[in-house]
């Protein structure tokens, strides 16, 4: 069994400049189709496994960002 901890992206986002944030926060919303900050926070901690095309959606925008390293708390 995978653990949430594998599906969280809160290492890349802790990289993220805080000028960037909003911007941020907002285009992983919109690719990751959902409208509230309660389930942002559960996708950014794990508690919701992505799908295939959006772990390549999440790590596209990061790489916008020049963050690579995504995965993990």
Known sequence: ???KEQFSFNR???Q???????E??????AA???????AFLNRLKGEVE???SEVRAIEAIFAEY???DVWGK
């Open 1 to 3: 069994m995978m653990s």
């Open 12 to 14: 890349g986002w802790s």
């Open 16 to 22: 993220v400049k805080n000028g960037d944030i909003s």
């Open 24 to 29: 941020c926060r907002a285009r992983l919303m």
């Open 32 to 38: 990751l189709n959902i409208n509230t900050r309660p």
């Open 50 to 52: 992505p799908k295939i």
């Open 66 to 68: 020049g963050i690579t």
